[in-house]
């Protein structure tokens, strides 16, 4: 299974960026999806999850109301749609699934997803 993201960049604050991640290789559905991000000299933090079971989303406090997961299950693709961005977002963002329903409660914790992509590096410049 393969997780391929892209859509990174360079932008000025205030301005927006779309996320992909696209799946192959997989003869299963991923039930539980997310996207973290890792900030330079910092741990990877949850960002945002999409879970399949209740069609249900999550977000950390710091994007509600900025950014928006989606998924497109005819093509097996997960989106971030990213606005209002901040120059503390820039960071190396990955997209990650599981075949696996997450509990709420864990939704948001790494060790939910076994399948990771290689990530995509978003800038925000001041």
């Known amino acids: 299974v393969q997780l391929q993201a892209s859509g990174g960049g360079l932008v000025q604050a205030g301005g927006s960026l779309r996320l992909s991640c696209v799946i192959s290789?997989?003869?299963?559905?991923?039930?539980?999806m997310a996207w973290f991000r890792q900030a330079p000299e910092k741990e990877r933090e949850f960002v945002a999850a999409?879970?399949?079971?209740?069609?249900?989303?999550f977000y950390t406090d710091s994007v509600k109301g900025r950014f928006t997961i989606s998924r497109d299950n005819a093509k097996n693709a997960l989106y971030l749609q990213m606005n209002s961005l901040k120059p503390e977002d820039t960071a190396v963002y990955y997209c990650?699934?599981?075949?696996?329903?997450?509990?709420?409660?864990?939704?948001?914790?790494?060790?939910?997803?076994?399948?990771w992509g290689q990530g995509t590096l978003v800038t925000v410049s001041s």
């Open positions: 990650a699934g599981s075949p696996n329903s997450p509990i709420t409660s864990a939704v948001r914790s790494a060790q939910q997803y076994g399948h």
């Open positions: 999409s879970r399949q079971r209740g069609s249900s989303t």
């Open positions: 290789g997989s003869t299963f559905r991923m039930d539980g």
